[in-house]
């Protein structure tokens, strides 16, 4: 299956909205989707297979203090690939295009998730990513489970 990654349009955020609630416990008002998109507009991404969205993720910039200097770092808000598309790389995929266009658009140095400590198909993209556990976030989660706090230094490598 031929699948396209690229920016998302304004026109798609609906079909991200349903994919978000259909896939993930975390659900965001429709409003906070069209902000990331508005602000960070090269780090919204979505995968398509024609008309079909079947992937997405959003990544804001935010200014943070980090050893006496302001330093720009990515945050993976959301990301998800409808259940028929997994293990195709799109998730990969979605996580490299993003992530360093964060380097390459915004200036971003690092990136930072959270993720469930029991979804391990997740986490261990994400270490082949090179990302890292940092730290647990307890009770991070509406239904109280603990997060993983994950982080890695851009731009994130191909072949990693």
């Not at 998109?37 to 919204?44: A, N, V």
């Not at 935010?62 to 990301?79: D, G, P």
């Not at 690092?110 to 990302?131: C, D, H, M, Q, W």
Request: charged share 25%.
């Amino acid at each position: 299956m031929s699948v396209e990654i690229r920016p998302a349009d304004v026109s798609e955020i609906d079909d991200v909205i349903a994919l978000n609630r259909m896939n993930l416990p975390e659900n965001y008002p429709p409003q906070f989707f069209y902000e990331i998109l508005s602000q960070f507009p090269k780090t919204f991404i979505v995968a398509k297979h024609g008309l079909q969205t079947v992937g997405y993720i959003m990544v804001r910039v935010e200014k943070t203090l980090s050893v006496l200097k302001w330093v720009n770092r990515a945050h993976v808000i959301s990301v998800t690939v409808h259940k028929a598309f997994r293990r195709q790389g799109i998730g990969r995929r979605l996580m490299l295009i993003a992530c360093n266009n964060a380097y390459s658009e915004y200036r971003a140095t690092e990136v930072y998730l959270e993720v469930r400590v029991t979804n391990v198909p997740a986490i261990s993209l994400y270490k082949k990513l090179g990302f890292e556990i940092k730290e647990v976030s307890r009770g991070y989660y509406s239904d109280g489970e603990d997060a993983y706090v994950m982080q890695a230094q851009l731009p994130l490598k191909e072949g990693s």
